[in-house]
């Protein structure tokens, strides 16, 4: 039997999701940081993601100003930043001074990538569609850079330990089904 589910929460029927930290970078150089798991590749060539952010974070106005952002992939290590990220805003506080995360310049976007994250996206926003309250943003990814030891053959190994949002304050890591191998 399956019970209904409120179609205001239908969405979490699609967590477990990848959480991933966005940073970008204002005109005058500032830097923040705000946790998304809305967030899917929707196309190869070109390779294009989908973005949903909220229009009351602050996230959504600096890409709106630069077009640009990185996508950075933390692994199960960075769970206590990814909260934080996710429950404060860049507009009240400078995320960059409570997260402790060393920050790197990107080749082909003005935002940096977040050294401790084990992946990267260099993305440039090429559409935006409003959706009441969020805003869909279509991005091209300019560059990808993964860790070498935990990304082979085009999939992130297990010890990557790849950070999932499952609900509200519980998250987990991936682990693989061994029946096909
Ligand atoms: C695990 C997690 C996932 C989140 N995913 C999203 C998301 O996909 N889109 C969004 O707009 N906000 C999401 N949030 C909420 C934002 O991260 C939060 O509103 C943050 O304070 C925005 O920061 P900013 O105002 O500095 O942009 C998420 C929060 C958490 C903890």
């Given at each position: 039997m399956k019970n209904d589910v409120d179609l205001r929460k239908a969405y979490?029927?699609?967590?477990?999701?990848?959480?991933v930290l966005i940073c970008t970078?204002?005109?005058?150089?500032?830097?923040?940081?705000?946790s998304c798991s809305w967030i899917t590749p929707v196309s190869d060539e070109p390779p294009?993601?989908?973005?949903?952010?909220?229009t009351k974070g602050y996230t959504h106005n600096i890409i709106d100003e630069t077009k640009e952002f990185t996508?950075?992939?933390?692994?199960s290590k960075l769970v206590k930043q990814v909260w934080l990220a996710g429950t404060k805003s860049g507009r009240k506080v400078d995320k960059?001074?409570?997260?402790?995360?060393?920050?790197?310049?990107?080749?082909?976007?003005s935002p940096p990538a977040i050294e401790e994250c084990v992946g990267v996206l260099e993305c440039k926003v090429k559409e935006r569609i409003m959706l009441n309250e969020q805003v869909l943003y279509i991005a091209e990814i300019q560059r990808?850079?993964?860790?070498?030891n935990l990304f082979k053959?085009?999939?992130?190994?297990?010890e990557a330990n790849i950070l999932l949002h499952t609900g509200g304050k519980i998250f987990s890591t991936p682990k693989s089904v061994k029946e096909l191998e």
């Amino acid at each position: 039997m399956k019970n209904d589910v409120d179609l205001r929460k239908a969405y979490s029927l699609l967590h477990p999701r990848p959480v991933v930290l966005i940073c970008t970078q204002d005109r005058n150089g500032k830097i923040n940081v705000m946790s998304c798991s809305w967030i899917t590749p929707v196309s190869d060539e070109p390779p294009l993601i989908a973005v949903s952010l909220w229009t009351k974070g602050y996230t959504h106005n600096i890409i709106d100003e630069t077009k640009e952002f990185t996508v950075n992939i933390p692994s199960s290590k960075l769970v206590k930043q990814v909260w934080l990220a996710g429950t404060k805003s860049g507009r009240k506080v400078d995320k960059t001074k409570i997260l402790g995360l060393k920050f790197t310049g990107s080749k082909t976007v003005s935002p940096p990538a977040i050294e401790e994250c084990v992946g990267v996206l260099e993305c440039k926003v090429k559409e935006r569609i409003m959706l009441n309250e969020q805003v869909l943003y279509i991005a091209e990814i300019q560059r990808a850079c993964a860790e070498e030891n935990l990304f082979k053959n085009d999939i992130w190994i297990d010890e990557a330990n790849i950070l999932l949002h499952t609900g509200g304050k519980i998250f987990s890591t991936p682990k693989s089904v061994k029946e096909l191998e």
